[in-house]
Nanobody, 124 residues
Framework: QVQLVESGGGLVQAGGSLRLSCAAS????????MGWFRQAPGKERELVAA????????YYLESVKGRFTISRDNAKNTVYLLMNSLKPEDTAVYYC?????????????????WGQGTQVTVSS
């Protein structure tokens, strides 16, 4: 089992940057594929970025390609989401999630563990 705690959210102006962090408990972090999801009011949760256990396979939502970067540090049990050139439409609660069964996952239902979420608000 793994527990996830996100941090780094906040209020930023359009064009600004934020880096989200997700710290995982336990000693088997590199056994989990990781993902960052977001959910805006009135919208469904969507996968923003995913990274494989090794870090070599990565997925990005089309609308964030070239602006967001997902990375992981298995030695620190942490996954990051660097968000540049933020837009008002990026405003949402951002969640990190872990999948302990697969090497890589892009489907929300495959993720077993979820953090509590961190709010990102981008003002225009």
């Amino acid at each position: 089992q793994v527990q996830l705690v996100e941090s780094g959210g906040g209020l930023v102006q359009a064009g600004g940057s934020l880096r989200l962090s997700c710290a995982a408990s336990g000693r088997t972090f590199n056994n989990y594929a990781m993902g960052w999801f977001r959910q805006a009011p009135g919208k469904e949760r969507e996968l923003v970025a995913a990274i494989s256990r090794s870090g070599y396979r990565i997925y990005y939502l089309e609308s964030v390609k070239g602006r967001f970067t997902i990375s992981r540090d298995n030695a620190k049990n942490t996954v990051y989401l660097l968000m540049n050139s933020l837009k008002p439409e990026d405003t949402a609660v951002y969640y990190c999630a872990a999948d302990g069964l697969r090497l890589f996952s892009t489907l929300a239902y495959q993720y077993d563990y979820w953090g509590q979420g961190t709010q990102v608000t981008v003002s225009s």
